[in-house]
């Protein structure tokens, strides 16, 4: 069975950084993308970033763009979110997930075949 773990939420200061990391085990996921989403208290699902697993196709959503970084290590079927400079707007649960990768996909929830159960981030002022 697919099984997504993410890991490396945590607490940080304004302008700090983290690094998250999704595993994923159960399945070949060559033909996968691996996105992060994230929830803040009162607020929608949103998708951050998202990487494709067979070329190398990346995605930012405009809050994160210039600030979070995406990359995979294929042989360990592990996706990476790098953040830097982090604000309170930030703080959330951050879920990975994959979807199956094709010229039409979206980072859309609804797209996504299999979830982690997320890492919070609490970023503080």
């Known amino acids: 069975e697919a099984q997504l773990v993410e890991s490396g939420g945590g607490l940080v200061q304004a302008g700090g950084s983290l690094s998250l990391s999704c595993a994923a085990s159960g399945s070949t996921f060559a033909d996968y993308a691996i996105g992060w989403f994230r929830q803040a208290p009162g607020k929608e699902r949103e998708g951050v970033s998202y990487i494709s697993l067979s070329g190398g196709n990346t995605y930012y959503g405009d809050s994160v763009k210039g600030r979070f970084t995406i990359s995979s290590d294929n042989a360990k079927n592990t996706v990476f979110l790098q953040m830097n400079n982090l604000t309170p707007d930030d703080t959330a649960v951050y879920y990975c997930?994959?979807?199956?990768?094709?010229?039409?996909?979206?980072?859309?929830?609804?797209?996504?075949?299999?979830w982690g159960k997320g890492t919070l981030v609490i970023v503080s002022s």
């Open positions: 997930a994959a979807g199956v990768y094709g010229p039409l996909f979206r980072l859309h929830y609804y797209g996504m075949d299999y």
